[in-house]
C-alpha cells in the first residue's frame, strides 16, 4: 500500500511519472503500523470524473482568494487556501468521502510529505455528533498508532452552535516524533443533518514540528471549519 496523507492509505494507483507519495507529518513509524478501521483513500487521476473539483475564485488582490469547494455528492461546501490540491475520494469506516484536499506538499529526506489534509463526505444517520465524532477518532487513532501503541487522544471539545453544525475536535499526542515530524495533531469535524444524511467535514492537522509553516495556521483553521455549509 501507498501513503497518501494524514492517517490514509490506498492501494498503489497506476505508475504516473512525476508524481510521488505524500507522507504524514507526524510519527514516522505510524505509516507502517495501523489498527483496524482507517481511513482508506483512492487518489483519482488527473482528469476523473466523479471527484468534485475546486473552481478558484477570481481575484484582484495581491493574494491569491482561497478556493471554494462545492460537493455536491456530500452536500457540502466550504473553502480551503489556494495552495491545497485535491487527492480523491474513498471512505472511512461507514461515511463515504468524496473529496479529499491536501495542504501543500514538501520535501523532507526524500519524501514527500503534508501537514493538513481535509476530507468531506456523508453517511445516513440522524445524529450528525455521533458521526463526528466516531469519524475524529477513528482518523486519530487509525493514523498515529506507533509500533502497536496507540496515541492519547483527548476526549472531544463540542463547541456550541447556533446554525444547526455540530463542530468538534479531539487533540492527537502520537507515540514518536523525528526530524521530519510534528509532535502532536488535531483531527476537526463539522456535521450536518441533510435530510436522512449526516454531511460532515473532517480536517486532519500536524502541529508544531520544523514544517509547521507549511500547513494552515490556527486562524486559517478557523477559517477553513467556520466556511463549511450545506450546499
Not at 136 to 145: D, E, F, L, M, Q
Request: with cysteine.
Amino acid at each position: 500500500m501507498n501513503y497518501t496523507g494524514l492517517g490514509v492509505y490506498q492501494q498503489p494507483p497506476p505508475k504516473r511519472p512525476g508524481r510521488a507519495p505524500l507522507w504524514i507529518a507526524l510519527a514516522a513509524v505510524a505509516v507502517l503500523v495501523v489498527g483496524g478501521g482507517v481511513t482508506a483513500l483512492v487518489r483519482a487521476k488527473s482528469g476523473d470524473a466523479g471527484a468534485p473539483r475546486a473552481t478558484p475564485a477570481p481575484t484582484s488582490a495581491p493574494e491569491p482568494d482561497w478556493q471554494p469547494v462545492d460537493d455536491p455528492q456530500a452536500g457540502l461546501a466550504y473553502e480551503l487556501p489556494p495552495s491545497w490540491e485535491s487527492s480523491g475520494s474513498g471512505a472511512s469506516g461507514r461515511v463515504r468521502m468524496t473529496t479529499s484536499y491536501v495542504s501543500r506538499p514538501f520535501e523532507c529526506q526524500g519524501r514527500s510529505m503534508v501537514q493538513a489534509q481535509a476530507m468531506a463526505g456523508s453517511v445516513v444517520d440522524d445524529d450528525p455528533e455521533q458521526v463526528a465524532t466516531e469519524l475524529v477518532n477513528r482518523i486519530a487513532a487509525g493514523g498515529y498508532t506507533v509500533d502497536d501503541a496507540p496515541p492519547r487522544i483527548d476526549e472531544p471539545r463540542v463547541e456550541p452552535s447556533d446554525d444547526g453544525a455540530v463542530r468538534l475536535s479531539v487533540e492527537v499526542t502520537p507515540q514518536a516524533a523525528n526530524a521530519c515530524f510534528a509532535p502532536r495533531a488535531a483531527v476537526s469535524a463539522v456535521a450536518l443533518r441533510r435530510g436522512a444524511e449526516v454531511a460532515v467535514l473532517v480536517l486532519n492537522v500536524a502541529r508544531g514540528g520544523p514544517h509547521v509553516a507549511e500547513g494552515p495556521s490556527e486562524d486559517d483553521v478557523e477559517r477553513i471549519l467556520r466556511s463549511v455549509r450545506l450546499s
